[in-house]
């Protein structure tokens, strides 16, 4: 019987130069499913002898053969097929998703439909990539040219599988980039579908390729490798750190997304309803796992109670349970790692603050990384759960005085992500937003993202952008070409 259940374990393979392989070392490592903890499949464990077939073959795909040759038209038609891909295996790829990462499956479908999205908008940008006339005073026709960057390395996290490996690769094969993608260890399956789409879209073999493995075996040597010719990051901030130093070696270019301690700043002139369910949804969507997170809810004191209790109460409401059931409207954490994670930080915040709701796992499910939506309140802003990327369902509610202080305590974190703000003051909202030290700020909402505006953070949060035109532009080196119009000999000597 056990044999049995192991052999219906589906093996996938990774996929290097056009072809789904195996790993150097013949190695595999099992993906769980967290709502059961059990075996779902496995996947190569690549090591840095996949890291150099995988890059040797970018680095081919880069420098010679059909992909130099495409026109930007080419490569938007390779993307509107991607896209329409992914729509039509939407279903499929969403109850993957869903199972693999834990979240709700009707959340998983959003974002499903948001990387189809993605796909669509670069295909359009491909086209849209202009060079310039430089106004030079000289008889002379001077240019700036765009050109794609190389080979990309792409790294990226659990919490939205496919649609940060849409971000990553989107731009980049507009813009005329290969790319070596390396997916979380945790949440590898998505990816690896949609890798058998990439040929029957019109891709050339070794343009993308997508490679299976943990941080240190994996991402590191593909960090370090020297074809590689530019770092795009999402994750935790010391791996960034970590990235951004090996990158030094070889000057390669980077982008960096890594998280946040966003404020969700509520004024007593909010519409309180709206109020209520945009803190409620701006900390524990996707369970918490988000680098948007509003982890740090700031409420105006003469609201500050009520506003507690009426957070709380319906905290307590939110239906936990698997993540395939179209009911559910939170599922398990993504790992054993992050459910320790996350439970350490509610034991903390014990200590720390005053416990509002949750604290602990669900009392009524006994397997899978399930733990409850957490709210602390009176949390000081300097408390290690005020300052610390938790990146699950605890939020730490903060009440302010006025205005000033609502931005000082907002400001007062090494991030600057994200931030929100509730008000029915109009001028007190645009202060708000010009003061705010984010990359992102929203109005009376939180959370919507668009592939049109650009996603990405101030101070510790990283830099770079990623979406809309600031996108591709990661992906794009400018080239100056001077042409001589004049036909008198030139010299100096
Ligand atoms: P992580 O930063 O270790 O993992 C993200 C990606 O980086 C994965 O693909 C991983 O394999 C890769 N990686 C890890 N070490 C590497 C290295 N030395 N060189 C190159 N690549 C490497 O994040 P982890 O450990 O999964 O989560 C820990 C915490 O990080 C979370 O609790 C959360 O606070 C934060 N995080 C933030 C994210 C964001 O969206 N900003 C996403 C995921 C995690
Ligand atoms: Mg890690």
Redesign the pocket.
């Known amino acids: 019987m056990a044999s049995e259940a192991k052999s219906a374990v589906r093996r996938y393979r990774m996929y290097i130069n056009g072809e789904f392989v195996e790993s150097a070392g013949k190695k595999y490592f099992p993906v769980i499913d967290p709502s059961t903890e059990e075996i779902m499949a496995e996947v190569p464990e690549a090591n840095e002898e996949d890291v150099n077939r995988a890059v040797a073959a970018a680095r081919a795909a880069f420098d010679s053969g059909a992909w130099p040759q495409t026109t930007a038209q080419d490569r938007g038609r390779i993307l509107f097929r991607l896209a329409e891909r992914i729509r039509k295996e939407a279903a499929k790829l969403a109850e993957v998703e869903s199972r693999n990462s834990g979240k709700p499956i009707v959340e998983a479908e959003y974002d499903i439909a948001d990387a189809a999205t993605c796909f669509e908008y670069y295909g359009g940008m491909a086209t849209k990539v202009l060079g310039q006339v430089n106004p030079v005073p000289d008889n002379a026709l001077s240019l700036s040219l765009r050109e794609p960057i190389g080979v990309a390395a792409q790294?990226?996290?659990?919490?939205?599988p496919l649609l940060?490996a849409a971000w990553k690769l989107a731009p980049a094969i507009a813009a005329g980039c290969t790319c070596v993608l390396?997916?979380?260890?945790?949440t590898p399956l998505t990816a690896l579908e949609f890798a058998g789409y990439l040929a029957d879209a019109g891709l050339p073999p070794g343009v993308v390729n997508i490679i299976t493995?943990?941080?240190?075996t994996?991402?590191?040597p593909?960090?370090k490798h020297p074809d590689v010719n530019k770092v795009a990051?999402?994750?935790?901030?010391?791996?960034?750190k970590?990235?951004m130093k090996?990158a030094a070696d070889t000057v390669k270019r980077v982008t960096l997304?890594?998280?946040?301690k966003s404020p969700n700043i509520f004024f007593a002139d909010a519409d309180f309803e709206s109020a209520i369910d945009g803190a409620l949804f701006g900390v524990f969507i996707n369970q918490g796992?988000?680098?948007?997170a509003g982890s740090r809810i700031l409420v105006e004191k003469s609201i500050y109670p009520k506003f507690v209790e009426a957070m709380s109460a319906k905290a307590k409401t939110i239906r936990l349970g698997p993540p395939l059931e179209r009911e559910t409207k939170m599922g398990p954490l993504?790992?054993k790692?992050?459910f320790d994670?996350?439970r350490s930080y509610q034991e903390l915040g014990k200590k720390e603050a005053k416990l509002a709701a949750g604290g602990g796992r669900p009392a009524s499910i006994s397997r899978g990384y399930y733990v409850e939506p957490t709210i602390f309140y009176d949390v000081d802003n300097s408390a290690r759960i005020a300052q610390?990327?938790?990146?699950?369902p605890v939020a730490a509610v903060i009440p302010f005085a006025d205005e000033a202080e609502a931005l000082r305590i907002a400001n007062a974190t090494p991030y600057g992500?994200a931030a929100a703000i509730w008000s029915r003051d109009i001028f007190k909202a645009l202060r708000m937003v010009k003061a705010l030290r984010a990359g992102i700020v929203w109005v009376n909402h939180m959370q919507p993202t668009y592939v049109e505006a650009p996603w990405g953070g101030y101070k510790q949060?990283?830099f770079g952008r990623e979406l809309g035109p600031w996108g591709i532009e990661e992906y794009l080196e400018t080239k100056q070409v001077h042409i001589n119009l004049n036909e008198q000999p030139i010299g100096w000597y």
């Open positions: 790294i990226i996290p659990w919490n939205y940060m390396k997916p979380a260890e945790q493995g943990f941080g240190e994996c991402g590191a593909l960090v990051f999402t994750g935790s901030a010391s791996v960034g970590a990235i090996a997304e890594l998280g946040g796992e988000v680098c948007s993504v790992s790692d992050q994670r996350v610390e990327e938790i990146f699950g992500l949060s990283g």
